[in-house]
Nanobody, 122 residues
Framework: QVQLVESGGGLVQAGGSLRVSCAAS????????MGWFRQAPGKEREFVAH????????DYADSVKGRFTISRDNAKNTVYLQMNSLKTEDTAVYYC???????????????WGQGTQVTVSS
């Protein structure tokens, strides 16, 4: 069982940066691949980024590639999403999730956090 709690969301101007964090409980965190997803009002939840167990392999959605960086610290049971050059279209609730697979598909993630709101103003 893994419990996930996101933090670090907020309001930022376009072009700015923000880092969101996801703290995990449980001793099995390092055995899970982790992902970040986001959901804007009226839209489906979409994949943002994925990282493997060690942090040595990452995947990104094309819309955030080159601007966002996913990382993890297994000693702290935490995964991060550093977001730079933010755009108004990045506004959404951001969720972290845990999976055993290298996947961008939400239903293949076993555990989810409650989400943190990121709002980018123009």
């Amino acid at each position: 069982q893994v419990q996930l709690v996101e933090s670090g969301g907020g309001l930022v101007q376009a072009g700015g940066s923000l880092r969101v964090s996801c703290a995990a409980s449980g001793r099995t965190f390092s055995s899970y691949r982790m992902g970040w997803f986001r959901q804007a009002p009226g839209k489906e939840r979409e994949f943002v980024a994925h990282i493997n167990w060690s942090g040595g392999s990452t995947d990104y959605a094309d819309s955030v590639k080159g601007r966002f960086t996913i990382s993890r610290d297994n000693a702290k049971n935490t995964v991060y999403l550093q977001m730079n050059s933010l755009k108004t279209e990045d506004t959404a609730v951001y969720y972290c999730a845990a999976t055993k697979f290298r996947t961008t598909t939400p239903h293949l993630y076993d555990y989810w956090g409650q989400g943190t709101q990121v709002t980018v103003s123009s």
